[in-house]
């Protein structure tokens, strides 16, 4: 199922949402669920319940009444639910030759632009907004987050402290939990944001090119131990390579099955905590140069199974073994590469798709795209992403 965007909302029920417990206003075409902010509105809940299912506008820019600063907007924001219609975007639809491109909103840029000719409200979206991130595109990925705003507004982690005492204090439910981590964030230009606070704090951290130093001689070492005592140096091309593929469909499986296994996450400070350092984290703060690819350690412990498992399926010859395994470590390190240069270098132009096909699963489906250096197995299981909304406004 595709990553669904903010909906486009009838204006009767907009109307209709004019109490404490399921308050909406308008600024335009843009529709706020403001009902989590009733009781923390400086003026008091009732006076924000006066204007209920209306449009906000005026009165947000009255100086007499109280004109709202820019922050006032920022938190608006963050209670974006979707899109209506008005009476002015419906008479600019009616009179268009291309209704399509302004319904469903928000339009492409061209009907942005006939809807400005004709005046109706401005500073309507031209890209979809999606409803799991709270993002429009990759360069979303990449906004600055204002660290005590974010808090503030929801209550998860604070990213000026360290983050793995606060999950696993913060008595979060699974729902809740998994809602915000899937929301990305961007701290100080993609720098690490604090994990333990203490000496372990290194451990976390693991530059790019410690995997192929790490990996490569013990993978090279390991190859030619295998050709030297096999029958024929096509004998271990082949397996070799038999591991190589083999990499791509447990690639998928970890992915999905291990690092997304959101629906059966245990509803617990265990499972949310084990969760977050698995794989939360890299979708909580994307572009964090430091945590894109696996440390030695959690690589160990997460190979040492692969390795008895290709020693026993392969009983038969250590070195067959020995060297399919090898071909599936060549395909990690490769996978691991990938996927930090998708995040973080420009690239040729069969990885610029990757690229875009790896940061709509951050920005726009985290349910699906679960291939990194390829989309096959995502094809194979259904879970191919579909070519993001965002691409008609182009």
């Not at 799991?132 to 360069?139: D, M």
């Not at 979708?283 to 026993?312: C, E, G, Q, S, W």
């Not at 679960?370 to 992403?385: A, I, M, Y």
Request: hydrophobic share 40%.
């Amino acid at each position: 199922m595709p990553g669904r965007t903010l909906p486009n909302i009838l204006a009767s029920d907009v109307e209709s949402r004019k109490t404490s417990q399921s308050c909406y206003v308008t600024i335009g075409a843009k529709v706020y669920d403001i009902t989590p902010f009733l009781e923390d509105h400086p003026g008091g809940g009732d006076l924000i319940l006066e204007y209920g299912g209306k449009d906000v506008t005026s009165i947000m820019k009255d100086e007499i009444s109280h004109s709202h600063s820019e922050a006032a907007y920022e938190i608006m924001d963050e209670h974006l639910v979707g899109f209506v219609a008005n009476e002015s975007i419906l008479k600019t639809v009616v009179e268009s030759d291309h209704p399509d491109d302004i319904l469903p909103l928000p339009p492409n840029q061209d009907g942005l632009e006939e809807l400005q000719k004709h005046g109706s409200p401005n500073g309507l979206p031209v890209k979809p907004i999606y409803t799991n991130t709270g993002l429009s595109s990759a360069e979303d990925l990449s906004r600055e987050t204002d660290l005590s705003a974010d808090y503030q507004t929801y209550k998860f982690l604070d990213l000026n402290k360290p983050l793995l005492m606060q999950v696993w204090n913060g008595g979060f439910s699974k729902d809740f939990y998994l809602e915000q981590v899937h929301r990305p964030r961007h701290y100080k230009g993609g720098e690490s944001a604090p994990l333990f606070g203490n000496i372990l704090e290194p451990l976390s951290k693991t530059p790019w090119w410690v995997v192929p130093m790490v990996w490569l001689p013990p993978v090279a070492y390991g190859t030619v131990l295998a050709a030297l005592n096999m029958s024929s140096i096509f004998q271990t091309v082949a397996y070799w390579l038999l591991g190589l593929g083999l990499w791509t469909l447990v690639e998928y499986v970890l992915h999905r099955g291990l690092f997304h296994v959101d629906k059966y996450l245990p509803d617990n400070r265990v499972g949310i905590t084990a969760h977050f350092l698995l794989h939360g984290i890299h979708h909580y703060l994307p572009m964090d140069k430091l945590r894109l690819v696996m440390p030695p350690t959690l690589f160990i412990a997460l190979a040492t199974p692969f390795y008895n498992l290709a020693h026993a399926v392969f009983y038969w010859d250590w070195y067959v073994a020995t060297a399919v395994f090898c071909g599936g470590i060549f395909g990690y390190i490769c996978y691991d590469l990938t996927h930090y240069f998708l995040h973080h270098r420009t690239l040729p132009s069969y990885y610029r798709e990757l690229k875009k096909y790896h940061l709509q699963h951050h920005f726009a489906d985290y349910e699906n795209g679960f291939g990194v250096t390829s989309r096959f197995w995502d094809r194979v299981f259904g879970t191919e992403l579909a070519p993001p909304k965002a691409a008609k406004a182009a």
